[in-house]
């Protein structure tokens, strides 16, 4: 608890009578500020003076600050429980539905060679490290086991376009077995795009495959970052992005919703040049930048010295970046960062919008799993990376031998679904962005070598908090537009023209 906002409070003088459960922090750029949010999530950012006054229980009844309080079930005497019950239960709707997200990882080959590779991809002669049809086909018959009525097939890599004969078998085959199964289907393609040709982009068109793609920055930065032999991996993508995008608004696909989604890893060489990011992401008609950190799987280790940076300067850049989309969005323009459009539809609208990653409990196992080449099943995609590291802490099973029913209740995944609960843990416990936060506990083990982290000295804590504090801060500061901005960035908008409906449900 940061008790230095009660310098000038003797703790004696605190009385519990008033107040009911909440957690607090003082904003640290604007520290006359101060955060509370309580147990399911109902939030207030309170100048210094009235906090005080609150957390002393002297808040006079029918004060202005008093009906705040009471409308946001912050006092006591007039706790509602059947309301604070049922926000927890809605923001903890996904609980039980099953895993949704399945990573095929049809092969570890890339042609490209990133300096962080977080897949530790395999050079193009290791042809060992392609799914064989035989597995391609037991992962679909695992996958569609799923108690989730909605299932997402996301083709990773490596570069999943090496195999794309195995991608489209994959696709046929779980159409016809998706005949018993009856989920409803989407299929996504990560890929670096250099591959690609419009013979293929043709069939994964007509096959409503989502397309998404890397781009890590103006060019310089991006072919520096991943490197493609004898051309521009820059201009590749960029060349393919556009393509694709003509071929949607030439089907008469509504622009501003479909393109190809592209995600950029922030690497230190773009720390500084967060405009030029920002604005290649709106010339190329991106409605969403995620400024996603490295993360500390695959090669970003041994590379570190090159592409790393303190986490304090990465919150600088976000914050550089995002006060600019939101000058670029009064201006006209649509551009949202996804992160914050993440932790503001948990915070604004009460539900979660369930990013696997920023969840409680985490995904791993319960909302996800990973299936790499050979058939082994992971708890999550990280955990495949980690398993490509050497470490099997997140394997869970195999196509060939598991039952459904003992991967999904296998002791690792309950050992990560406890350690993803963050109300429970050290620092987080005090911490009021637990409503909305959440830590995988692959990145807690990978760093901290616990699945239960030391929040107060992780990476990820620190970039969550980060991001946090800068949007309550706008909360309490922002002016009207850019209040309006932020909340219409929660707005969900479904690619119902990526899904297929199972025979029948049409
Ligand atoms: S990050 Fe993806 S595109 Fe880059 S080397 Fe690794 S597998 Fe290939
Ligand atoms: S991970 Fe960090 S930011 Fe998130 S709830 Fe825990 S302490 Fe707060």
């Known amino acids: 608890m940061n008790l230095p906002i009660f310098h000038d409070v003797s703790l004696e003088a605190l009385d519990a009578r008033q107040p009911a459960f909440f ?44 009906t705040k309080l009471r409308q946001r079930n912050f006092l006591r005497a007039y706790y509602d429980v059947p309301a604070a019950a049922e926000m927890i239960r809605a923001r903890r709707e996904f609980v039980g539905a099953g895993p949704n997200l399945h990573i095929m990882v049809i092969t570890l080959r890339c042609n490209t060679t990133c300096v962080y590779c977080h897949a530790s991809r395999a050079n193009m002669d290791q042809v060992q490290t392609d799914m ?13 086991q799923s108690t989730n009525p909605a299932v997402t097939i996301e083709f990773q890599g490596g570069e999943p376009l090496v195999r794309f004969d195995l991608l489209q078998h994959v696709v046929e085959y779980a159409h016809e077995k998706n005949e018993v199964a009856q989920k409803e289907l989407d299929f996504t393609l990560v890929t670096n795009l250099s591959l690609m040709d419009e013979k293929k982009l043709d069939w994964l068109i007509e096959n409503r495959v989502q397309i998404c ?38 089907m008469g696909l509504d622009e501003t919703l479909y393109h190809v989604e592209a995600l950029v890893t922030t690497t230190r060489p773009i720390l500084d040049r967060w405009k030029e990011l920002v604005d290649l992401y709106v010339d ?4 969403a930048l995620f400024l996603r950190p490295l993360d500390p799987f695959g090669w970003a280790e041994k590379t570190a010295r090159l592409i790393e940076y303190p986490r304090a300067e990465y919150i600088e850049y976000y914050r550089n970046a995002v006060d600019y989309m939101i000058e670029l969005n009064k201006q006209g ?15 604004l609208s009460g539900v979660d919008p369930n990013f696997l990653d ?5 995904g791993a196992g319960i909302g996800q799993l990973a299936y790499s080449y050979d058939g082994t099943i992971f708890t999550c995609d990280e955990g495949r990376m980690l398993h490509e590291s050497g470490d099997d802490t997140f394997a869970i099973g ?42 995988p506990p692959v ?30 801060e706008k909360l309490a500061t922002g002016d009207e537009e850019t209040l309006q901005i932020l909340e219409k960035w929660t707005t969900i908008r479904p690619r119902d023209h990526f899904v297929h409906v199972p025979a029948g449900a049409e």
């Open 213 to 250: 793609t890397s781009i890590d920055g103006p060019q310089d930065v991006h072919d520096k970052q991943r490197k493609l032999p004898k051309a521009s991996a820059h201009g590749e993508a960029i060349k393919w992005m556009k393509r694709i995008d003509e071929r949607y608004r030439e």
């Open 443 to 472: 990145h807690s083990h990978r760093i901290q070598g616990s699945l239960l982290g030391r929040m107060r000295e992780s990476s990820l804590c620190q970039v969550h908090k980060g991001i946090q504090d800068y949007l309550f």
């Open 23 to 66: 957690r607090f922090r003082q904003l640290p750029m604007a520290p006359d500020k101060v955060v509370l949010s309580n147990l399911e999530g109902r939030w207030l950012v309170l100048d210094k003076a009235d906090f005080q006054t609150f957390a002393r229980g002297e808040v006079e009844e029918g004060s202005e600050l008093f």
């Open 132 to 144: 064989t049809k035989e597995i391609a086909e037991q992962s679909v018959d695992f996958i569609l």
């Open 398 to 439: 195999h196509v060939g031998t598991s039952k459904y029913r003992d991967v999904v209740g296998h002791e690792t995944v309950r050992a990560v679904v406890v350690a993803g609960q963050l109300e429970g843990q050290a620092d987080c416990v005090n911490c009021p962005y637990v409503p909305y936060c959440g830590i």
């Open 358 to 362: 920023i969840r409680q409990p985490s």
């Open 333 to 347: 323009v649509e551009i949202l960062e996804r992160y914050a459009a993440i932790f503001l539809t948990k915070i």
């Open 284 to 287: 190329l008609g991106c409605r």
